[in-house]
């Protein structure tokens, strides 16, 4: 079994930005007066090559800010050829750089199969052989499990039911009748996407989505939100779905109907609340993502929450307050404000960093 003080789960954005601040923290470790060595750590990573997720998004996603405003802590992001806000690829070329500039400890196509309590705190268990650790971050986000809702009729359709994991260009559903069903923003972004090669695109919700105004961007969202994070009474910006360029053309040609929901999927199509009844040929999921910690149910045992998602300080949102030792970055609100976001990750990561040297630092460091 290999030894380390603290074991990263996943090499994401998370994952990454929790690793530099204690590459950076070790780098000061003797100028800042600690004893002995700086904790040793490794990051283990399903994937094979670095990207995270972002190597898995569909091919014209761009993100919302400029690549100056979506940067991890410690190196900016190059904007990319051509101009505009970087696209998914280019958010892959960056973490890839971003590993090789802080030579952070990346073990490959090393998925966490579970996390139990032994050796030195913690085993991780993998395909390739167990990691001990005294401390755990979980960092692995959401993608890997999405969350797939049962349509009625669903089992009936005879046309192809797939989610925004599996969604990659709209060609493959060239000439065909498509229902995007999600009311956020990779709904939105989808059936806009869509509307270069499909026939028809639905774009169904339970409620009508609220589009931001269209003078609002990703560089006023971030604006806005460093405002509020400085404590700032700055109110609330109207609508939940940025209104990108694509989205609003598909808007403004009427190239996407929004329907309520369907009362029912039906072997060739989908029954209407009216009582009407349409042929659909694919049904795309955007109905987002639950956290992806399956490996961490061995603690279930031992006292930790997985549902709706574990419990963590309050004032330290990413230290689990039901298994000493085990911390989360990455996943949202109740793991820090905006640390789903890969600008606003960086803050939730140096929070961890810290919060993990100061457990460690009555002990010592492992050998």
Same mark, same amino acid.
């Given at each position: 079994? @290999?030894?380390?003080?603290?074991?990263?789960?996943?090499?994401?954005?998370?994952?990454?930005?929790?690793?530099?601040?204690?590459?950076?923290?070790?780098?000061?470790?003797?100028?800042?007066? /600690?004893? $002995?060595?700086?904790?040793?750590?490794?990051?283990?990573?399903?994937?094979?090559?670095?990207?995270?997720?972002?190597?898995?998004?569909?091919?014209?996603?761009?993100?919302?800010?400029?690549?100056?405003?979506?940067?991890?802590?410690?190196?900016?992001?190059?904007?990319?050829?051509?101009?505009?806000?970087?696209?998914?690829?280019?958010?892959?070329?960056?973490?890839?750089?971003?590993?090789?500039?802080?030579?952070?400890?990346?073990?490959? *196509?090393?998925?966490?199969?579970?996390?139990?309590?032994?050796?030195?705190?913690? +085993?991780?268990?993998?395909?390739?052989?167990?990691?001990?650790?005294?401390?755990? &971050?979980?960092?692995?986000? %959401?993608?890997?499990?999405?969350?797939?809702? /049962?349509?009625? $009729?669903?089992?009936?359709?005879?046309?192809?039911?797939?989610?925004?994991?599996?969604?990659?260009?709209?060609?493959?559903?060239?000439?065909?009748?498509?229902? +995007?069903?999600?009311?956020?923003?990779?709904?939105?972004?989808?059936?806009?996407?869509?509307?270069?090669?499909? @026939?028809?695109?639905?774009?169904?919700?339970?409620?009508?989505?609220?589009?931001?105004?269209?003078?609002?961007?990703?560089?006023?969202?971030?604006?806005?939100?460093?405002?509020?994070?400085?404590?700032?009474?700055?109110?609330?910006?109207?609508?939940?779905?940025?209104?990108?360029?694509? &989205?609003?053309?598909?808007?403004?040609?009427?190239? &996407?109907?929004? +329907?309520?929901?369907?009362?029912?999927?039906?072997?060739?199509?989908?029954?209407?609340?009216?009582?009407?009844?349409?042929?659909?040929?694919?049904?795309?999921?955007?109905?987002?993502?639950?956290?992806?910690?399956?490996?961490?149910? $061995?603690?279930?045992?031992?006292?930790? %929450?997985?549902?709706?998602?574990?419990? %963590?300080?309050? *004032?330290?949102?990413?230290?689990?307050?039901?298994?000493?030792?085990?911390?989360? &970055?990455?996943?949202?609100?109740?793991?820090?404000?905006?640390?789903?976001?890969?600008?606003?990750?960086?803050?939730?990561?140096?929070?961890?960093? /810290? *919060?993990?040297?100061?457990?460690?630092?009555?002990?010592?460091?492992?050998?």
């Amino acid at each position: 079994m @290999e030894s380390v003080d603290i074991v990263i789960i996943g090499a994401g954005q998370a994952g990454l930005a929790v690793g530099y601040h204690l590459r950076r923290a070790a780098r000061r470790w003797a100028r800042d007066g /600690r004893p $002995g060595k700086p904790p040793s750590f490794v990051l283990l990573d399903a994937e094979s090559r670095p990207g995270g997720s972002w190597q898995h998004y569909w091919d014209s996603l761009r993100i919302f800010t400029p690549a100056g405003m979506s940067s991890l802590p410690g190196m900016l992001m190059s904007q990319p050829p051509g101009g505009g806000n970087p696209r998914a690829a280019d958010v892959v070329d960056y973490f890839s750089s971003y590993e090789d500039r802080y030579d952070l400890p990346v073990v490959r *196509a090393t998925p966490a199969l579970s996390v139990t309590r032994g050796g030195p705190g913690f +085993v991780v268990d993998t395909p390739r052989g167990q990691w001990g650790a005294r401390v755990v &971050v979980s960092a692995t986000g %959401t993608w890997t499990n999405p969350h797939i809702p /049962r349509l009625p $009729g669903s089992d009936e359709f005879a046309g192809r039911i797939c989610h925004t994991v599996d969604y990659r260009t709209p060609e493959e559903f060239a000439g065909q009748r498509v229902m +995007v069903v999600g009311a956020g923003n990779s709904g939105a972004q989808i059936a806009a996407d869509l509307t270069d090669a499909a @026939e028809k695109v639905w774009w169904a919700t339970t409620e009508p989505p609220e589009l931001m105004p269209d003078g609002i961007g990703g560089r006023e969202l971030f604006a806005h939100i460093s405002r509020w994070l400085a404590g700032e009474d700055v109110g609330t910006i109207p609508g939940s779905i940025v209104a990108t360029g694509p &989205v609003r053309r598909a808007r403004d040609r009427g190239l &996407v109907a929004r +329907v309520p929901m369907p009362k029912r999927l039906t072997q060739a199509g989908a029954v209407w609340p009216g009582g009407a009844e349409e042929r659909v040929d694919a049904v795309i999921l955007c109905t987002g993502f639950r956290p992806s910690l399956g490996y961490l149910e $061995g603690l279930e045992e031992e006292g930790l %929450t997985l549902e709706p998602h574990p419990a %963590t300080d309050e *004032a330290q949102p990413t230290r689990s307050t039901e298994i000493p030792g085990l911390y989360f &970055v990455g996943y949202g609100q109740w793991t820090g404000a905006m640390s789903a976001t890969i600008v606003g990750v960086g803050r939730s990561a140096k929070g961890a960093a /810290r *919060a993990v040297l100061d457990d460690l630092a009555p002990r010592g460091t492992a050998s």
